[in-house]
């Protein structure tokens, strides 16, 4: 599967962005999505997950009630809208596919990665 990010880009503390990953290739429905994030210098976080119909879904403390992972497999894509948004959300984001037969959250749980999209929050 090939994935593609959009959405990213500058926008003050407080601020509201949403981004979307759109797939090709194989059944979309039959993988698990997640987004992650890398800001400079750190290693690459999650974010938030979602299995294969919706039906588990999972977020890093650090952004929980803040923002909300969903998808829609007739569209094959995958979605992050992010709310309240602060400096240390500042990262390249990137959405990835796994094909586990159980969701996991670890980046080496991931098959299929974007290319990322840059979200930069002023403060």
């Known amino acids: 599967v090939q994935l593609q990010a959009s959405g990213g880009g500058l926008v003050q503390a407080g601020g509201s ?49 803040r923002f909300i992972i969903s998808r829609d497999n007739a569209k094959s894509s995958v979605y992050l809208q992010m709310t309240s948004l602060k400096p240390e959300d500042t990262a390249v984001y990137y959405c990835a596919a796994s094909n586990g037969r159980v969701p996991r959250w670890g980046a ?13 929050v002023s403060s």
Do not use: H, N
């Not at 981004?19 to 993988?31: D, E, I, K, M, P």
């Not at 974010?47 to 890093?60: E, L």
């Not at 080496?108 to 930069?120: A, F, L, N």
């Open 17 to 65: 962005l949403r981004l979307s990953c759109a797939a090709s290739g194989r059944t979309f429905s039959t993988y698990i999505m997640a987004w992650f994030r890398q800001a400079p210098g750190k290693e690459r976080d999650f974010v938030a997950g979602i299995s294969w119909t919706g039906g588990s879904i999972y977020y890093a403390d650090s952004v929980k009630g």
């Open 108 to 120: 080496s749980d991931y098959d299929y990665w974007g290319q990322g999209t840059q979200v930069t």
